[in-house]
């Protein structure tokens, strides 16, 4: 006798019937459809768009970094020996660019402006363009080419003067389009280009002013970039030079494009994986609808591998569909967001497929339908023919080992292909497990609500006992229900704790602690001179002024920066040149935690007191030895004390402070914090530039106006990203409510045939869903508030300081949608004709 698991069709005939029991328009397979689409659609938008943007970088590589090869450093030019043998690899464009007040002829306004000195071989790469789309010709020596943004700030256009430091020039033609401008990386102002000579005119490459050099090189043939990197590093050691190349002409940039882009990709996964709760409630709904079709299959002698053929292509074909529009949708959409962010991205990059982040995408999209959509087939297969004509009242089955098998083994690749594809997988790792435990908790929770009700005092009121039975009864989608909204309440919750944070952290602590304006390039000489104009102009300002050098680590303990294949993470000040100091007392905003500061009048060794987080990631004690680079040459000190920083007071805090005995005779100048009300920041401004003209004056204001726009953008993307997940959490619960659908018509048609009215059975599953989403709101609350403390005070270190009537707005809304949903859902059973529910019983 044939087994009842054997195929009695072959795949010709499975597929024929498959084909003709789907219904043209998916019909009782939306759910799948809409699910996979959305988490498709999400995966493959954010992997295509950091793939066009990174790629975008990486390809125009040399037109980005100005050159094959880039050596910067800080405060001095390279001599001339170091000239000839850069000239001596290839053709050598040299830049330089400082800080400086743009002042207008009238001198009643002043902007901080980027001022940079190009020589006649700029650009190596690329075009510099003015208006009218023509390349722009090198300035003369009184003359400079401005940005749109610093012409329409003081009102200028061509031909009118401007003037920088102690030399006034004639506007030549406005800035169209700067080849090298990613490349230059984070400004605080408008660009304005003059030559080389026409910036020594304006005398504010003093010595100790902090101005960066740039030597940029186009290599001959097709040397190596790498090489020549090499070479010269092997060539000059210790003279604290930074390289780049034309591989990572940008590498700030393309490290936060993808550090971002892996962040919203593991939102959009774990949307996905929301939406596969969905897919398994769908695809159950649909195979209960097909009862009486696999019933009479197995009655007509098909096996349970036929029953599986079957509705597998039915599924698939549907998946399949789903998957190939999503990542449609996603190729496509790119070129849109493109657009519509216009200058907010470094680059814009133009439309390209791009296969690999595709390819991610839909095997992420086939792996969540086959684990998700096997238990429920599973089940539908493995019952006889009698159980599936009773399924009404029949306990469902649990699934076989094979099927426990197959999805589990589906799990594992999900969870190889994030991790193995992740630009961190050890941060990937941490997200999924995090993910994959608040599943776990809401399974537990929904599991939980199903016992205690089951167990709770039967009340008088008919109403209430009846939702309360409704929570716990067989076939009851309570566990599909929590999963689904926990998710989505709690990610509501996290959301709005996070930004109403964030805004409050710049809105009311950053103003209320930070000083109103920055001043740099103070000539150390002339201390005193620029403390008496500060006081004549606002006598009750509070001024603090501190020596400032730049430096670069280039040892640890023993270890030189060059040699490690990958910096430690965490380790962000031993990428290029940082700010350096020195100090006689423990400066404002720190406090000592390790080791002691040294006395006044110390004439030893060379010390250095060091960020304590700084200390924890190179894993440094008191007592070892740092190795800096200043003005090209090596110091090394030794580690007399570790500090906590307070980085929100936005003073001077230096990760590195040196006894003053070992940087004081440097050439150096002085930087400056003044404090001082709104009004008198003005006055202050122009009597320090008519005094001191080679100043720059960095107003706080702006800068926090600039850093709120970051903020406000990656909350924008992240909100965005997360909308996808409520928006499958809100599918998920269309899903479970769809699942039950035949339980709760044959509930309804009973209770009407004993008398119950359409209000009472409304208000009956009303009060059900407003039990649950009371309980999970709750729970919610407990969740995204314990994972927005966590973003706030662990990843962004600021103070938590939710807005609670946001955020307990936001918890309520998501509770009335919840329930609103669930009623809507409701509504279409009170018409459920009696005879029509009973045969389908």
């Given at each position: 006798m044939r087994d009842a698991r054997d195929a009695a069709l072959g795949w010709t005939q499975s597929w024929r019937i498959a084909r003709r029991d789907l219904n043209a328009g998916f019909r009782g397979l939306r759910?799948?459809?809409?699910?996979?689409?959305?988490?498709?659609?999400?995966l493959a938008t954010i992997g295509s768009l950091t793939a066009a943007i990174t790629g975008e970088i990486s390809s125009r590589g040399r037109v980005i970094l100005g050159g094959d090869v880039e050596v910067a450093m800080s405060q001095r030019e390279v001599s001339a020996a170091e000239r000839r043998v850069l000239r001596g690899l290839g053709q050598l464009s040299e830049t330089i660019r400082t800080r400086a007040m743009a002042r207008s002829a009238r001198g009643d306004a002043a902007v901080l402006t980027e001022l940079k000195g190009v020589d006649g071989a700029y650009p190596l790469y690329g075009t510099l363009t003015v208006q009218g789309g023509r390349a722009a010709p090198l300035p003369r020596a009184d003359e400079v080419l401005i940005d749109r943004a610093l012409a329409d700030r003081l009102g200028v256009g061509v031909g009118d003067r401007l003037r920088w430091g102690e030399a006034d020039y004639r506007v030549r033609a406005i800035i169209a389009s700067e080849p090298d401008r990613v490349g230059e990386g984070f400004t605080l102002g408008p660009v304005a280009i003059v030559?080389?000579?026409?910036?020594?005119?304006?005398?504010?490459?003093?010595?100790?002013?902090?101005?960066?050099?740039?030597?940029?090189l186009r290599l001959p043939g097709t040397a190596s970039a790498t090489a020549v990197v090499d070479r010269l590093k092997a060539r000059f050691p210790e003279t604290g030079w930074e390289y780049k190349d034309r591989d990572r002409a940008a590498p700030g940039a393309s490290r936060f494009f993808e550090r971002l882009g892996q962040f919203l990709g593991l939102i959009g996964l774990a949307a996905l994986v929301i939406a596969g709760i969905g897919v398994s409630n769908g695809v159950g709904s649909y195979l209960a609808g097909k009862r009486a079709s696999i019933a009479t299959l197995k009655v007509l002698g098909a096996g349970s591998r036929d029953i599986a053929r079957i509705y597998l292509m039915q599924i698939g074909t549907v998946a399949a569909i789903a998957i190939v529009a999503g990542l449609a949708f996603g190729a496509v959409l790119p070129m849109l967001l493109v657009e519509l962010a216009g200058d907010l991205l470094p680059v814009r990059p133009g439309f390209t497929l791009h296969p690999l982040p595709l390819a991610t995408s839909a095997a992420f999209g086939i792996l969540v339908a086959w684990v998700f959509a096997l238990p429920p087939l599973a089940r539908a297969r493995l019952l006889p023919a009698a159980a599936l004509f009773r399924g009404g009242i029949s306990p469902s089955r649990r699934i076989d080992r094979r099927t426990v098998a197959l999805v589990a083994s589906g799990i594992a690749l999900i969870l190889a292909l994030a991790i193995g594809t992740a630009r961190d997988p050890v941060f990937a790792g941490v997200v999924l497990a995090a993910v994959a435990a608040v599943l776990a908790l809401l399974l537990g929770i929904g599991w939980g609500v199903r016992f205690v009700a089951a167990r709770l005092p039967r009340s008088k009121r008919p109403l209430i006992r009846l939702a309360v039975?409704?929570?716990?009864?067989?076939?009851?989608?309570?566990?599909?229900?929590?999963?689904?909204?926990?998710?989505?309440l709690t990610l509501f919750v996290t959301l709005a704790a996070?930004?109403?944070?964030?805004?409050?952290?710049?809105?009311?602590?950053v103003p209320a602690r930070a000083p109103s304006q920055f001043v740099l390039d103070i000539p150390s000489a002339r201390q005193l001179a620029f403390r008496e104009t500060v006081a004549r102009a606002a006598p009750d300002a509070t001024l603090n002024l501190v020596p400032a050098l730049r430096g670069t680590v280039t040892a640890y303990a023993g270890t030189r920066v060059a040699d490690l294949k990958e910096l430690p993470e965490g380790a962000w000040f031993l990428r290029g040149e940082r700010g350096v100091t020195y100090s006689s007392v423990l400066p404002e905003g720190s406090t000592l935690v390790a080791g002691k500061w040294w006395p006044p009048d110390y004439a030893g060794p060379p010390l250095v007191s060091i960020d304590a987080q700084a200390a924890r990631v190179l894993n440094l004690r008191v007592g070892d030895t740092l190795t800096v680079s200043v003005l090209g040459r090596e110091i090394e000190a030794q580690i007399a004390s570790l500090r906590e920083i307070r980085w929100d007071t936005m003073g001077f805090n230096y990760v590195l402070v040196f006894s003053p005995n070992t940087l004081a005779a440097a050439p150096h100048t002085l930087a400056a914090t003044i404090s001082t009300d709104k009004a008198r920041e003005s006055a202050i401004a122009r009597a320090v530039l008519s005094a001191f003209p080679s100043v720059s004056i960095i107003a706080v204001?702006?800068?926090?106006?600039?850093?709120?726009?970051?903020?406000?953008?990656?909350?924008a993307a992240i909100l965005l990203s997360a909308s996808v997940a409520i928006l499958a959490g809100i599918a998920v619960l269309v899903g479970a409510i769809a699942a039950s659908r035949q339980a709760r018509a044959y509930d309804s048609v009973i209770l009407k045939t004993l008398g119950a009215t359409r209000r009472q059975i409304l208000v009956a599953q009303a009060i059900e869903y407003a039990l649950l989403a009371g309980l999970l709101a709750a729970i919610a609350l407990a969740l995204g508030l314990a994972a927005a403390w966590y973003v706030v005070t662990q990843v962004f270190e600021f103070g938590w300081a939710p807005d609670w009537p946001v955020v307990l707005g936001t918890l309520a809304a998501g509770a009335i949608l919840t329930l609103g949903i669930g009623l809507a859902g409701s509504i279409p059973l009170l018409s459920v004709r009696p005879a029509a529910a009973l045969r389908r019983q």
């Open positions: 759910l799948l459809l809409i699910c996979l689409f959305l988490g498709t659609a999400t030559s080389l000579d026409g910036l020594r005119r304006a005398q504010l490459l003093l010595p100790g002013a902090l101005y960066e050099s740039k030597y940029r039975a409704n929570l716990h009864r067989p076939g009851a989608q309570t566990g599909a229900l929590v999963i689904a909204l926990g998710l989505a996070i930004q109403t944070t964030l805004r409050a952290e710049i809105a009311n602590t204001g702006d800068v926090i106006k600039q850093v709120s726009a970051i903020l406000e953008q990656m909350s």
